[in-house]
T-cell receptor, first 114, second 111 residues
């Protein structure tokens, strides 16, 4: 079974709709992240959480919110989706142990906002 | 100027070729340098990591860091079709800091 899972894997929605992307992990890691990936821009950090009570904005948090429901669950919400939020979204985890902060990624959610 | 820059490609090479992938960066505080590989429709996975300047070799892969030039490279020897993927460089100051990713270079190795 995958260590980091994301649901849904694909979603098409309309402008103005509220969308929630969910992430679950079985790695036992405290740190969780949400990234979006766009062609030519690479991976950009939206939000991150170092434990259940810790939530931090990344470089592109406007228009997004998150909830860390448990150590294993971290969800991303788009309160009112707009077309430029069309992207590939990745959840990731890390243990925080070791110097490289290795990120373990889920399979991604492809979101299209019409 | 972006914090980490990388030629997006696409790069297409014949099987067996030596491939060179490169990134430049602007933050001199970065100490830990990584390469992630991302296959189509998958999340990135860590391929190699190095600390500070120097070389690291792992099988057909060699990572090089030149901190004085703020330049890192990944070399792939005897490239294989299974190496076809997007390669993202990544770097961080410490394990407590955010990892900054380059935009990725798309590589195709043609049989």
């Amino acid at each position: 079974d995958a260590d980091v899972t994301q649901t849904p894997r694909n979603r098409i929605t309309k402008t103005g709709k509220r969308i929630m992307l969910e992430c679950s992990q079985t790695k036992g890691h405290d740190r969780m992240y949400w990234y979006r990936q766009d062609p030519g821009l690479g991976l950009r950090l939206i939000y991150y959480s170092f434990d259940v009570k810790d939530i931090n904005k990344g470089e592109i948090s406007d228009g997004y919110s998150v909830s860390r429901q448990a150590q294993a669950k971290f969800s991303l919400s788009l309160e009112s989706a707009i077309p430029n939020q069309t992207a590939l979204y990745f959840c990731a985890t890390s243990s925080g142990i070791g110097p490289y902060n290795e990120q373990f990624f889920g399979p991604g959610t492809r979101l299209t906002v019409l | 100027q972006k914090e980490v820059e990388q030629d997006p490609g696409p790069l297409s090479v014949p099987e067996g070729a030596i491939v060179s992938l490169n990134c430049t960066y602007s933050n001199s505080a970065f100490q830990y340098f990584m390469w992630y590989r991302q296959y189509s429709r998958k999340g990135p996975e860590l391929l190699m990591y190095t600390y500070s300047s120097g070389n690291k070799e792992d099988g057909r892969f060699t990572a090089q860091v030149d901190k004085s030039s703020k330049y890192i490279s990944l070399f792939i020897r005897d490239s294989q079709p299974s190496d076809s993927a997007t390669y993202l460089c990544a770097m961080t100051e410490t394990s407590y800091d955010k990892v900054i990713f380059g935009p990725g270079t798309s590589l195709s190795v043609i049989p």
